[in-house]
Structure formats: C-alpha cells, structure tokens
C-alpha cells in the first residue's frame, strides 16, 4: 500500500533535487589540459594555436586511412607535446624537449581525471613527435606526421617568419631562412603515413616555390 510522505520531509527533498540539478558538474579532463595549454604555452611557432593544429590534422589523416587512434592519448600529446620548450617545465635548451615533455607530461596529467593506465602511450606519442624521430604506434605516428606537416606548406612559413627578432637580433631574416630551407630538405622524407606523404608533397611545393621568389625578390637573399 502506498505511504504518503510527512509533510515535513517534502521541503527537505524540493531541495535535495534542486541542488541536483544546479550543481556544476565536474570538470572533463579534455577541458583541464585545454585550458592549462591556452594558458602556458604562448608561443608563435609551437603554441597553443599549433597544439590545437597538430591534435585536428592528426584525427583527419587517420581517418583519410582508416586507421583507429585513441582519442585519450592522441589528445593530451598534442596539447602537450611541447611543455620543455615552455619554463618551468624546460624552456631551458634541454637536451631535446621532446625527451623532457614525456618525462614531465604525468605532473600534468596526474588528478585531472585522465586515465593514468595511458600515460606511457602519451609519454611514447610526446618522445617522437618530432619529424626526426621514429615513431611507434598509431597515436605516436599521426602525431608525429602532423606536427611535421606543420612547418611545411603557408602555415609553416607563417610559423617560421613569427619566430624572427624583430630588432634584428636571433634569429634575424637571413637565419629564418635557414630554417625554412631546412624544413624543405629534411622534414618531407620524415612522413610516415600514407595520408601524411599524399599532404606532404603539396605543402613542399608551397614552401619551396615561397623559397624561390624570395630569392628572386631579395638579390639571391642578400638584401634581407
């Protein structure tokens, strides 16, 4: 038979139930390493913006080979992948900031609400971002083939030319070009997968087309 409630006890859970649903849920982890990457990482090059570049190409090339990643690794590598080039994490010139970034990235992680079980995969992912490392498994490759793509094409230039004094100190215009050179001849052959070589060869072309009509605009480079 059905009891009605003491008339005393309805207060008590009108507001049980409102406190329900007004409380603010807790924070997702994603939202924590977001923020904290915005917050920190505030440089032209290898920024916020380009840890939120490397995280959408890398989703796009695995899905363009229908290859399978774990959203959870691939996610905080990109956002942290370059914590050492940040203090004071690094920033220092360490030995390779990507060999520190694995080392530092569980102090970040640690109580967010990530899964800590995969911490080793993202420490992998974190050690061989960079385009001449040799990654290993599929969160490690597309990482590591969108960060490469990312000093290819406009957008790498873009990221290069920020990067230049401008009081002329270091690096100054002639030095940028040697880096733009650079990511031409060695960072196309370091692509690994079959999405990440079918992009490379159209940004090569852009950076190295921009190389050539710099130089035709700056006496062979003499005049930057």
């Not at 040799?134 to 920020?162: F, K, M, N, S």
Request: glycine share 8%; hydrophobic share 45%; aromatic share 8%.
């Amino acid at each position: 038979m059905h009891t009605a409630r003491p008339v005393w006890l309805l207060p008590c859970l009108a507001t049980v139930l409102c406190l329900a649903a007004t409380a603010a849920p807790a924070a997702d982890w994603h939202t924590t390493v977001t923020q904290f990457a915005a917050q920190h990482f505030r440089n032209p090059a290898w920024g916020y913006s380009h840890n939120q570049r490397d995280y959408a190409l890398a989703r796009q090339l695995a899905a363009e080979d229908h290859v399978s990643l774990d959203d959870d690794v691939l996610f905080a590598a990109a956002y942290l992948h370059d914590i050492a080039a940040f203090a004071p994490w690094g920033g220092d010139e360490p030995p390779d900031h990507s060999d520190v970034g694995a080392d530092v990235v569980g102090s970040v992680l640690k109580d967010t609400g990530f899964p800590m079980a995969k911490l080793d995969a993202v420490r992998g992912a974190i050690r061989t971002h960079m385009y001449y490392r040799d990654p290993v498994g599929p969160e490690a490759t597309y990482l590591h083939d969108a960060d490469a793509l990312d000093w290819l094409g406009a957008i790498g230039i873009e990221r290069v030319i920020a990067l230049a004094d401008p009081n002329g100190g270091d690096p100054d215009g002639p030095k940028v070009v040697k880096m733009l050179e650079e990511n031409l001849e060695k960072v196309p052959s370091r692509v690994v997968s079959p999405a990440g070589r079918a992009l490379a060869g159209p940004r090569q072309a852009e950076l190295g087309a921009f190389l050539q009509q710099l130089k035709r605009e700056s006496a062979e480079y003499h005049n930057l």
